[in-house]
């Protein structure tokens, strides 16, 4: 059956089988990893696999991972978020003039042909962002495009990241949904970019990921055993620490050693890079004992601070004290650079009321004593907390 229904689709809507012709049943479509850029035969499970009549389907089937969305449990609706609804739909048997729009589920019940789309088109594909990226790149493609670098693109990559990580702070919406498109462009670019200078290409960055999550999870993938979030963490540091040792060994004696810090960028916030030091330090048993000990430790570095003599000592001092109150945090589950991103805008909310209650009463901020703008503080904090 399938070669006849192969040889209509070629007939009356010009496949051509060199292109690649995906061949889906209808029951499986939710967990097919459909490209809308390729030619696709969907097709009723029976007639793929032919048996006794009445012979039911294995179990329900699972939404492919990352597309069960909006569209997780409705065949039609998955189409049509992956298709533009004016695209057309042959259908076998049938006259033509069926689109994706006007599809319905009893046109499931035979087979059914998609012609691909351009593939700027097939806007939830996966492979839509690297087709238009190397597009841009062409000589008759966007000029700025063609003028980026790897250089030039580091701080969209940072502002882009900034952007993500504001978004995240409402959790998941539509706009965290848009940072993050925004966010899988700097990546498409980069591997476009490297693809051109012949290095490595967007299949070489999904692999290296892949191949890295799986060799660092042996308790999902292999026989290792990890009870606790704390017994993953562990491993984890294990593993890193492994590879380490081989990178060395290939890297020869005389090549320096790596540390176990040696991953966290300079170019990350001060805060977050601190955490991150002091909990990896941590997973590979280098803390204290109890939190007891660290805020201890908070006491005697305020004391250094107060005692500095010179600028360069209280400099010092000042970071060893930032440096322990993020332990701090650590110890606490608090992450460091959002509350002091928390405490900003808390900062900045309270000083504009305060600006407003001086405007009010007709006065400059710089005029008014502590005590006046103590007292206009106080009024901006109670205000807050009564909203």
């Given at each position: ?54 012979t039911p389907d294995a179990g329900a089937v699972e939404p492919l991972p990352g597309r069960a969305g909006p569209a997780s449990s409705d065949a039609i609706a998955l189409i049509r978020r992956l298709y533009p609804v004016e695209h057309p739909v042959g259908v076998h048997g049938a006259a033509d003039g069926t ?289």
């Amino acid at each position: 059956m399938l070669d006849a229904l192969v040889a209509e689709a070629r007939l009356r809507w010009g496949l051509d089988p060199a292109d690649g012709v995906q061949v889906v049943a209808a029951e499986r479509l939710l967990a097919s990893p459909l490209e809308p850029s390729r030619p696709v035969l969907i097709v009723p499970l029976p007639a793929l696999r032919p048996g006794p009549a009445g012979t039911p389907d294995a179990g329900a089937v699972e939404p492919l991972p990352g597309r069960a969305g909006p569209a997780s449990s409705d065949a039609i609706a998955l189409i049509r978020r992956l298709y533009p609804v004016e695209h057309p739909v042959g259908v076998h048997g049938a006259a033509d003039g069926t689109t994706v729009g006007s599809l319905d589920q009893d046109d499931l019940s035979g087979p059914i042909y998609l012609p691909p789309v351009a593939p700027e088109l097939a806007l939830a594909g996966p492979w839509a962002m690297p087709w238009i990226s190397a597009r841009l790149r062409q000589p008759d493609g966007c000029p700025w495009d063609r003028e980026q670098t790897h250089s030039s693109l580091r701080k969209h990559l940072l502002e882009e990241a900034y952007e993500v990580y504001d978004a995240l702070e409402t959790g998941a919406t539509r706009e965290l949904a848009g940072e993050l498109g925004d966010l899988w462009l700097q990546v498409v670019l980069h591997a476009q970019l490297a693809a051109e200078a012949g290095v490595f290409d967007l299949a070489d960055v999904q692999a290296a990921i892949a191949s890295k999550i799986v060799r660092r999870h042996p308790h999902v993938f292999g026989d290792s055993e990890a009870r606790t979030a704390s017994d993953v963490n562990r491993q984890w540091e294990r593993i890193k620490a492994d590879e380490r040792a081989a990178a060395a060994d290939e890297a020869g004696p005389d090549a320096e050693p790596k540390s176990a810090l040696d991953g966290i960028s300079p170019s990350m916030p001060a805060l977050a890079a601190s955490q991150e030091m002091q909990e990896r330090a941590a997973n590979l048993g280098y803390d204290w004992p109890s939190i007891d000990g660290v805020l201890d430790k908070v006491a005697e570095e305020a004391e250094e601070l107060r005692q500095a003599a010179t600028d360069a000592e209280r400099s010092e001092e000042f970071g060893d004290l930032l440096f322990v109150l993020v332990n701090v945090a650590r110890r606490r589950g608090i992450e460091a650079e959002a509350a002091v991103r928390a405490a900003n805008d808390k900062f900045r909310r309270r000083f504009a009321s305060v600006e407003r209650a001086a405007a009010a009463q007709g006065v400059a901020l710089r005029d008014l004593d502590f005590e006046a703008l103590d007292a206009l503080w106080d009024a901006a904090k109670a205000e807050e907390k009564s909203r």
